[in-house]
């Protein structure tokens, strides 16, 4: 081969570049030279393009899979990594490390703790809603009847009628049942009264439906006959003690009922949460109107529908059944729609009135991401800390890698490490979530802790979780910690990487601050939402009301004597009647108007019973007319006069088309089939609270139906008032349980799932913010201890402690203020889109972002003064000596 | 003494690094081959077998000095080893006896 001066072109740099990716590295070298000389002699022979040809060809020959890899000439003697003194190694090291660095494993052990401990909670949280009435060996057969009124709205009323038509008629069902819930009832044993709960109205097809264990009796047996009653276990003990078959007990002082079949508790995760069953025969007798099987009209959405499906039957067929059954009763009933429900959509379907409680997916989706936030914000710390004191075991690794340790065992060994921690805080994190979810009931309203929690799943899901937060923490200080040059490492020049630009342990704490601040916003914005909720002024008068029940519905006599004897008492200011309060969650009565002047000829207006005094006592003003009088009160809706007087709300009237409120004095309305005129206008008020939009009313007197006495006391002689109201309800009433209610507390149950997510909400951005802030802790007082000798130098050539505090607060702290630039057009989003679901919602105000942005930074400040005061106030003599 | 398998490429490559005496290296290798066998050879094949007979304990190679020559990459120079010149002496003596048993006539017609 012979050189000459001429010029020869190079070969081409594209194949040049892949011998460089895809040669092996211990040849590359001289492989590269020996095909430059070859081409350049093929050049000279035979030109430019055979040249080029030849040495594509040649390249190809020497990458994978063609090339020998050349093996390195001295191979290190490498101990057997798993020997038992290797392990005793790794252990007695990891052990040493986590020792000397104290700090550091604190914070992260308290990090990953703090958020395990909640995601292993919201995993048995999620485990159990998705859980309800899986048991049921038909599950996947049950479905419930769902349905629509012509206004659009979700109904879930199932007439006597579809049932029938259904269990009789229609192939592919197996079974057909109606489930009548019934609010709480009294029951009187001996002398003692109860209060009984979940209470309900079933046939005994319903019963061999689900999945209940029998003690003694069968569904056939135990709810054939009218008087029959069910009762489960614990319920029987608490009424009767000793065996409670066969003896009997008188229910709402009305009926005598026989105890004929006991069963099990039904579990914590069921939408059918049985305690008292009674035979749908009784039903029968204590409502008449239910005798009839066949009838498709009335509404109360406690009578709900359910069926079995035959095996290999789809539900399809029986949708079109449904839907025309309903197209063929459109008459009856405002119902246009019937359809099948599955089972296991049940409990996530918020707009059926539920027996239990419904659970929105959106809840559980927005609880199921925060808890990965948390994890990730717990992962976020690890690895920050993790890569910087991986620097300060620069010498370790060298060391190993010297006597032969290899990249994998390194990374082996810090994954390793990293398990250790990660799986004490798994068991630590199970402790507070075990401790945590005891508070579900009261944080969230739900009944976790009545279901079993340490099942297999847990355990496989807490060792999942530990390998999964295991690889996501240790993966890149693993990485970092491998690729130290043993040479450097030796000679002491390892340094924190100093990167251009953004470096990755910045983008972490500014990614924690950012979902730690978003957290503060909503919980701000939240508790602000409900606050509004408490305190808008609703239209009526709500503070220091008392309501009672009125068993009987207010029988006539006793309901005179029952105000008499109140207003004998100081502490009682007065006393009204009514169907319900203005505002309640139960018991809402409805009637379809059907009058010319509707925008659609007819409309649901909610009817609402009233004593004379309602109005006055509710401080609910009229808007024209006058209110009902005594001599109205003979003009009963039910004596069918013709001139039953009545009033409506503003929205009623706007919506019968008048402006002016006096026009709709002396208009005529029929309502129920009854022929009435208006009296009088009422202002508008929120009668379901401020979620809902404002409800037709039409208020009518109907003393057969004052079903509730609102009693207004003396605020500041609550005890007395109370004690007083007992005593003579329970004169008067001696079969009946006492439970009076603060109207207050029942408005504030409107909000009940806003304020339990809000609750939950709080303790994960306070959880965030702890995680956040220990990092930022940990973080700080690394760069304090590398720069110590700095600061030293720094003081004795005159630098304040101001300055240095501010010289080392400062580049945190822009930190957390990126994170929160960027937090608030995210929490603005996400709570803008949480208001629109409301019609009356509070502004959402820059204070907020200001607030939550003083809140972080000076959590922020907080965390990084303390470690880098403690630097500045240093001796620079000592600190000059370090080392 | 255990003979090791040397396949009639390696000799080839062999004899040839005994040939260019201290300067074999992969181009001169290569080169020579085809000069004086006439047989194509891709380099791959030349690289590989490099390899192979040094892991075989037949070659040693250690890398030259950097030159200015093709862009200052150093060459990989081989070396024949003792055994790699006793497997070529026995190649050889094996040869020589094999012809030594063929029968006299075609010894004479030069087979």
Known sequence: MKKTGQHTPSPPRWAEQLLIWFHPAETLEEVQGDLEELFAGWYKERGIRYAGFKYFLSILSVTPPFVRKRKPKHQYHQPFLMHPAMIQNYFKIAYRSLQKNRLY???????????????????????????????????????????????????????????????????????????????????????????????????????????????????????????????????????????????????????????????????????????MIIS??????????????????????????????????????????????????????????????????????????????????WIIYTLASIGLFLIFIACINFINLATVQAIQRGREIAMRKVLGGGKGQLIGQFFGETAILVFSAIVLGSLLASKLIEYTPQLLGILVPKAEIWKISTFIFLFALGIVVTLLAGFYPALVLSKFEPIRALQNRLFIPVSKGISLRSTLVVLQFVIAQVLIICTILGI?????????????????????????????????????????????????????????????????????????????????????????????SLLAGRGLTASDTTKDIRTGAENTPILINEKAAKDLGYIDMNKVLGQRLEIWGVKSTVVGVVKNYHSEGLKSKLMPHVYLYGSWNFQLASIRIDPTQKEAALKHIGAEWTSLFPNHYYDPKFLEDEISSFYESERNLSNFIKLFACIGIII?????????????????????????????????????????????????????????????????EYTYKIDIEAWVFVLSGVISIGIALMTVSFQSIKAALMNPVKSLRTE | MRRTYLGEFEEIVLLMVAILDGEAYGVTINQEIEQQTGRKVTFGTVHNTLIRLEEKGFLSSQLGGATTERGGRRKRIFTVTVLGSKALQEIQQLRNDLWQLLPAHLQLNGL
């Open chain 1, 772 to 836: 956040g802030s220990l990092g930022l802790f940990g973080l700080v007082s690394f760069v304090v201890t590398q720069r110590t000798k700095e600061i030293g130098v720094r003081k004795v050539l005159g630098a304040t402690v101001p300055g240095i505090v501010t010289l080392l607060s400062r580049d945190f702290l822009k930190l957390v203020f990126i994170a929160f630039i960027i937090a608030s057009p995210l929490a603005y989003y996400a709570m803008n889109r949480f208001l629109q």
């Open chain 1, 528 to 620: 602000k939402q409900i606050r509004y909720f408490q305190e808008k002024d609703l239209g009526f008068a709500k503070s220091a009301v008392i309501t009672v029940a009125m068993p009987d519905r207010g029988n006539n006599n006793l309901r005179e004597r029952f105000t008499r004897s109140l207003s004998g008492h100081n502490e009682i200011k007065a006393v009204t009647y009514g169907l319900t309060t203005p505002a309640s969650q139960r018991n809402h009565w409805w009637g379809v108007v059907k009058d010319a002047r509707l925008p659609n000829g007819e409309e649901t207006f909610r009817i609402q019973h009233v004593d004379t005094n309602y109005f006055n006592f509710f401080h609910i």
């Open chain 1, 105 to 275: 494993s604190f914070i992260n052990l308290t990090g990953l703790a703090l958020g395990l401990g909640v995601a292993i909670t919201l995993f048995w949280i999620v485990r159990f809603e998705y859980s309800f009435d899986n048991y049921h060996a038909n599950a996947d057969r049950i479905y419930r009847i769902a349905s629509t009124d012509k206004f659009g709205e979700p109904q879930s009323h199932v007439p006597q009628g579809v049932i029938k038509t259904l269990s009789t008629q229609v192939p592919g069902i197996e079974l057909a049942a109606n489930l009548q819930g019934s609010m709480p009832g009294s029951v009187k044993v001996g002398t003692k009264v109860f209060n009984q709960k979940n209470i309900f109205y079933a046939p005994p097809q319903m019963l061999e439906m689900l999945d209940i264990e029998w003690i003694e009796g069968s569904p056939k047996q135990s709810l054939g006959a009218p008087g029959n009653v069910v009762l489960d276990e614990e319920t029987a003990k608490k009424l009767f003690r000793d065996d409670a078959m066969g003896k009997t007990f008188r229910f709402d002082d009305t009926i005598d009922l026989t105890v004929s079949g006991i069963i099990k508790k039904v579990p914590a995760n069921t939408e059918f949460p049985l305690q």
């Open chain 1, 280 to 361: 749908r025969e009784t039903f029968k007798q204590l409502q008449p109107e239910f005798k009839n099987e066949n009838y498709f009209g009335g509404g109360d959405s406690m009578n709900q529908g359910f069926v079995l499906l035959k095996k290999g039957s789809s539900q399809q067929p029986i949708n079109k059944i449904l839907a025309s059954l309903a197209q063929r009763h459109k008459d009856e009933n405002t119902t246009t729609s019937y359809h099948l429900q599955p089972l296991s959509d049940m409990h996530f379907d918020t707009d059926k009135d539920a027996y239990n409680y419904s659970m929105p997916h």
